[in-house]
């Protein structure tokens, strides 16, 4: 009797560890699918041939080199980084506002207002193009640099306003009670004590921006200009007739980008929570 | 005089109030102006045009009626795209169900370490490049990609197999970047589920499989429909994978406005198969909403 229970019992760890296992090897399929496809266009890269083949012969940086002479595709990076860095200023600036705004009020209608703020995030990026597009068309504007700004800023400012307005609810507001009845104003309250408390989640806010601006292609198609072509108009254009090692050389570059700067914004926003925690610590 | 003083004080104390609102909306301004100036707007010229008729060379003629939505109801080859639309979109979000779970299930029952780690490795390809993504499945399904690669050499096969090009590889490329959008909601939702209600099914004799089926995956039915929702939304507006993983017969619904739109200049047409879109999106939040309820969806997040 005794004997049987622990059988039984031995089983049922068994079986136990053996349904951990089930679930572990389900999980890593599902992660090596995620990751595999990438992966291939990075070790492509650095393949001599433009033919899938591993193991890879030799590590060559060929592809690199031509990748650099190539004036246009350069030229389409530099556009990429310029629109990104435009367009994560504006959304940063009009985001981080909304945000302030939006968690310091209270008013009807708010769960609404809200609603239109994060509707560019919703909508298919076409929607927002053609919308744009046939509204500058109708104005007699011609497609230009500043309308993709304007267009990016709309696609990603949402995205800065979440993350901020995240880091608002956890500030300790009478700090800047403190500083107004100090004899600071309002102006000289947000500048010196509200922003520094705020901006990793700005900077944050503002890589996520950078980050979805750099890959943005859908919409964009609708406002580009043949000289501010951007990176993923361009590949998209180059796959449509040949499948070349340049795209994996370019493909390296943006997973590398948009893998390091959201890990960075990560980094700041657990750094600040970190901060708090300790200071929290402290406090008991 | 005592009456009046708290009187003047309670008035000043409102007006301060309100003007420390007004202060907010001002800086609510430049955010809501620019949704309403650049999106908002442009859909009601987007509607407008939608009524109107194309004239010669992509012009747009003042003359209104309903016959843009016509010819797209009409026209089967059109009304095929927005089926095809839904179809791709149910059958992405159903793979994406079926494989997302049980990691989803996985991630909330680990401990800390592990489990950030592999968070943070569900939410890199979340921000890595879309079309990136899409066109790495070219490398490993093409005619001389990895796949066939391997199949010939291993001399499984003499001619290449047709794998990319067809319904399957869309809805292999589109499972492939909506994953994370469906791991992410149901971990979240199974993550904050009250754990003595697991406990307690278990020392009420209920094994391991009957408390799953019944404590923890009905409790994880919100984070379930956030990602349906979320997953169903965006497949079927997706634009890129049809468009680089597709065949002539896998086009969408968002291809087709873009054809319209930036190749045949008939936008009366795209913008009636637009707001077609934006009807259909508007009908799947709705009845999201009527049979789920959306604020649970947000309240499970």
Known sequence: ?????????????????????????????????????????????????PIVSFPIPRFTLKWYKIFWE????????KNSFVLGICSAVVSGIIGTLAAIGFVRSQFKGKQIFGAIILSPMIL???ITGIALLSFINYLNFPKSFPLQVVGH????????????????????????????????NELETFFYITLPNILPSVIAGMLFGFTISIDEFVATQCWVTPSTETMPIKIFSMLRYEVTPKVNVLGTIIVLVTITLPLVAEKLIARKIN?????????K | MQILKSKAIVKTLVFLRKHKNANNFLIMLPSALWVICFLFIPLILIFVYSFSTRGEGGTIVASYGLHNYEHFITTSIYARTIIKSIIIGFEVTLVCLIVGYLPAYYLARLTTTRRVILIILLIVPFWTSVIIRTYSWMLVLGNRGAINYYLMKWGLIQEPLRLLFNEASVILGLVHIMLPFMILPIFTCIDRLDASLVDASKSLGAGKIRTFIEITLPLSLPGVSAGC???????????????????PKDTMIAMLIQQNFLMLFDWPFGSAAAIIYLILVLIIVYFFNRVIGLDKIWSGR
């Not at chain 1, 190539?70 to 990076?77: F, G, K, N, R, V």
């Open chain 1, 1 to 49: 009797m005794v004997r049987s229970l622990a059988i039984e019992m031995e089983i049922q760890t068994k079986m136990k560890k053996f349904k951990f296992n089930g679930l572990l090897v389900i999980t890593a399929l599902v992660y090596l699918f995620l990751f595999l496809p990438v992966i291939v266009v990075i070790l492509m890269s650095f393949h001599p041939d």
């Open chain 1, 153 to 184: 800023a709309l696609l990603t400012f949402p995205y800065v306003f979440l993350v901020v307005q995240t880091q608002l609810y956890g500030l300790d507001r009478s700090i800047e009670e403190a500083s107004m009845n100090l004899g600071a």
């Open chain 2, 229 to 247: 929702l979320l997953v169903f939304i965006i497949s079927v507006g997706a634009f890129l994978t049809p468009a680089m993983l597709g065949g």
């Open chain 1, 70 to 77: 190539d004036y246009a595709l350069i030229q389409s990076l």
């Open chain 1, 275 to 283: 901060v708090k925690l300790s200071r929290e610590k402290k406090n």
């Open chain 1, 124 to 126: 298919s990026g076409i």
